[in-house]
């Protein structure tokens, strides 16, 4: 592939290794560059999310919902432990799509005390577009790397966050 190109980590690196040529760099390289891919990516990706009128948070209560499958709903607590977040915070997300027609509350059949978080037709067809948009944005952004690449990195990628999550030092 030839020679990279310098980028703003090799500078920042290059620095440290003039004031500290006594510190290895190599991983201070990766997780910069890594750093930066996931702020540059984000963005991209948000920039979708913008353009059909939801924030990240929306749309990944809406894919949650229509992934789970037929009927599309879930409780509000099951939607908060899948998105790693606080029962105040998933109120506050599902008042808002519930305002705009995408979900609906329903009371749970199997006890008249709990609730159903529904998507409705409105919200089925908004995510069914937007996640269609989203994959393809996706696509393009590692379309820069060959078939090959892009299953390395999936694996070195993956070895890499299981031993995190994991506890591993």
């Known amino acids: 592939m030839g020679e990279m190109q310098s980028d703003p980590v090799d500078a920042i690196v290059g620095q440290w290794r003039q004031e500290r040529?006594?510190?290895?760099?190599?991983?201070?390289?990766?997780?910069?560059r890594l750093g930066r891919l996931f702020v540059?990516?984000?963005?991209?990706?948000?920039?979708?999310?913008?353009?059909?009128?939801?924030?990240?948070g929306e749309f990944d209560v809406l894919a949650a919902l229509r992934r789970s499958g037929e009927p599309f709903e879930l409780n509000p607590s099951v939607l908060?432990?899948?998105?790693?977040?606080?029962?105040?915070?998933?109120?506050?997300?599902?008042?808002?799509?519930?305002?705009?027609?995408?979900?609906?509350?329903?009371?749970?059949?199997?006890?008249?005390?709990?609730?159903?978080?529904?998507?409705?037709?409105?919200?089925r067809a908004l995510i069914d577009k937007v996640v269609t948009a989203h994959t393809?944005?996706?696509?393009?952004?590692?379309?820069?790397?060959?078939?090959?690449?892009?299953?390395?990195?999936?694996?070195?990628?993956?070895v890499l966050l299981g031993s995190l999550e994991h506890g591993a030092k």
């Open 136 to 158: 393809e944005n996706e696509t393009r952004i590692l379309s820069v790397l060959s078939a090959q690449d892009r299953k390395d990195l999936d694996r070195i990628v993956r």
């Open 40 to 56: 540059i990516a984000q963005r991209d990706i948000e920039a979708v999310f913008a353009a059909h009128g939801l924030q990240r």
């Open 21 to 32: 040529p006594d510190l290895e760099l190599e991983a201070m390289a990766v997780i910069g």
């Open 80 to 123: 908060a432990d899948t998105l790693m977040m606080s029962r105040a915070g998933m109120t506050g997300r599902l008042d808002r799509l519930e305002s705009a027609g995408l979900v609906r509350r329903i009371a749970d059949a199997a006890d008249r005390r709990a609730v159903r978080v529904a998507l409705t037709d409105a919200g």
